[in-house]
Nanobody, 124 residues
Framework: VQLQASGGGLVQAGGSLRLSCTASGRAVNRDSVAWFRQAPGKEREFVTA???????YYADSVKGRFTASRDNAKNTVYLQMNSLKPEDTAVYYCATSARLILSSLRSVNAYDYWGQGTLVTVSS
């Protein structure tokens, strides 16, 4: 399984970006898919996870601003990010899990495969 994350870039505060995570080697609708991010000097942190059932969970810091969605025909998961803030600046990673459970969705160890990351920079 390979995951290709894309869509990052430089945006001003208040702007929007849409990240994509395209899977190859496995149908993305068979897995739960999450987005994490890692800012310089910080640990990788959970952003959102969309389960196979399409139930979706968000970190409190992005709730109401970010939306995860899935396009099974394109084997791609998206992260729509609105009202971006400078503190959203980070490398964003997508990851998949075949057996994700609610109690572990925020743990990096719960995921089987990771994409290479895409950089999001939000200027003030």
């Amino acid at each position: 399984v390979q995951l290709q994350a894309s869509g990052g870039g430089l945006v001003q505060a208040g702007g929007s970006l849409r990240l994509s995570c395209t899977a190859s080697g496995r149908a993305v609708n068979r897995d739960s898919v999450a987005w994490f991010r890692q800012a310089p000097g910080k640990e990788r942190e959970f952003v959102t996870a969309i389960f196979r059932t399409t139930n979706t969970y968000y970190a409190d810091s992005v709730k109401g601003r970010f939306t995860a969605s899935r396009d099974n025909a394109k084997n791609t998961v998206y992260l729509q990010m609105n009202s971006l803030k400078p503190e959203d600046t980070a490398v964003y990673y997508c990851a998949t899990s075949a057996r994700l459970i609610l109690s572990s969705l925020r743990s990096v160890n719960a995921y089987d495969y990771w994409g290479q990351g895409t950089l999001v920079t939000v200027s003030s």
